[in-house]
C-alpha cells in the first residue's frame, strides 16, 4: 500500500505541475501579439496537456483507485467522500483546460489575460482542501 500511495503522490504532484503552469501560459498566450509567440503557445499548451497532465492524470486516479480497491472501508469515511467529489470537479476542470486549448489552437480565445489570471488560481484552492482532508482528515 506504501509503493501505490507514494506513486500516487508523485503522479499527483506532476498533474498539479500541469494544472498550475497550463493557465499560466493561457495568461501569456491571451496577451501575446504576434504570430510566432501564439504558435509557440500553442505548441507548449498541447505538449504539456497531452505529454505530462493527462498521463499523471490518468495515473493518480487509477492508482487512487487501487488503494480504493485495497481499503473499501475509506469510501465510508466524510473526508474521502468530500475529497472524491473535488477530485471529480479537478478532473472536469483539466478537461476544460483541454477544451481552451482547443479554442486557442482554432484562434477563437474571446478571455482575456485577467479571466485566465484568476482561473489560474482554481486548482490551488483544489490542492490545499484536498491535502487537508487527506492528511488531517477533520471530517
Keep these: 500500500m506504501l509503493w501505490i500511495k507514494a506513486f500516487h503522490l508523485i503522479a499527483m504532484v506532476c498533474w ?3 494544472l498550475f503552469y497550463l493557465p499560466r501560459l493561457f495568461v501569456y498566450h491571451a496577451m501575446s501579439e504576434d504570430d510566432t509567440s501564439r504558435e509557440r503557445f500553442k505548441i507548449m499548451e498541447r505538449k504539456l496537456y497531452r505529454g505530462i497532465m493527462t498521463p499523471a492524470a490518468i495515473v493518480t486516479v487509477a492508482l487512487g483507485l487501487w488503494m480504493i480497491y485495497l481499503y473499501p472501508a475509506f ?22 483546460c483541454g477544451h481552451i486549448i482547443k479554442v486557442f489552437a482554432a484562434d477563437n480565445n474571446t478571455s482575456s489575460h485577467v479571466f485566465f489570471r484568476w ?6 484552492l483544489f490542492l490545499i482542501a484536498i491535502i487537508i482532508l487527506a492528511v488531517v482528515k477533520p471530517i
Aim: hydrophobic share 70%; no cysteine.
Design 16 to 18: 498539479f505541475a500541469g
Design 75 to 96: 469510501l465510508h469515511l466524510l473526508w474521502m467522500q468530500i475529497k472524491l467529489v473535488l477530485v471529480l470537479v479537478l478532473i472536469a476542470y483539466h478537461i476544460y
Design 119 to 124: 482561473f489560474n488560481e482554481v486548482p490551488v
